[in-house]
């Protein structure tokens, strides 16, 4: 049985930052790409920060340089540094691993809210 299981999310001020980390299960961990998506209220899911099986990376134009996605292959995890946050980027934080085309999990996600 496969499972995502993201924390770390939380109520932060603007400027503030966070750490959400996705605990993967029931999957071969290494072999897959890994990724961080959001979706605010009324809006479509979006990609926030992508990490391949091999370690590189890409980001949204509207998250680069304030965050980082990692991943800890020994710990089955993949990590989202948040900095500099903004209310708009406000929403729900979902963790994706993919492997290939028929090999597609989500986690359940975790609230992440930017206010003061």
């Known amino acids: 049985q496969v499972q995502l299981v993201e924390s770390g999310g939380g109520l932060v001020q603007p400027g503030g930052s966070l750490r959400l980390s996705c605990a993967a299960s029931?999957?071969?961990?290494?072999?897959?790409?890994m990724g961080w998506y959001r979706q605010a209220p009324g809006k479509q899911r979006e990609l926030v920060a992508r990490?391949?099986?091999?370690?590189?990376?890409n980001y949204a134009d509207s998250v680069k340089g304030r965050f980082t996605i990692s991943r800890d292959n020994a710990k089955n995890t993949v990590y989202l540094q948040m900095n500099s946050l903004k209310p708009e980027d406000t929403a729900v934080y979902y963790c994706?691993?993919?492997?290939?085309?028929?090999?597609?999990?989500w986690g359940q996600g975790t609230q992440v809210t930017v206010s003061s």
């Open positions: 029931g999957i071969t961990f290494r072999i897959y790409d």
């Open positions: 990490i391949t099986s091999s370690g590189s990376t």
């Open positions: 994706r691993a993919r492997f290939g085309s028929r090999s597609d999990y």
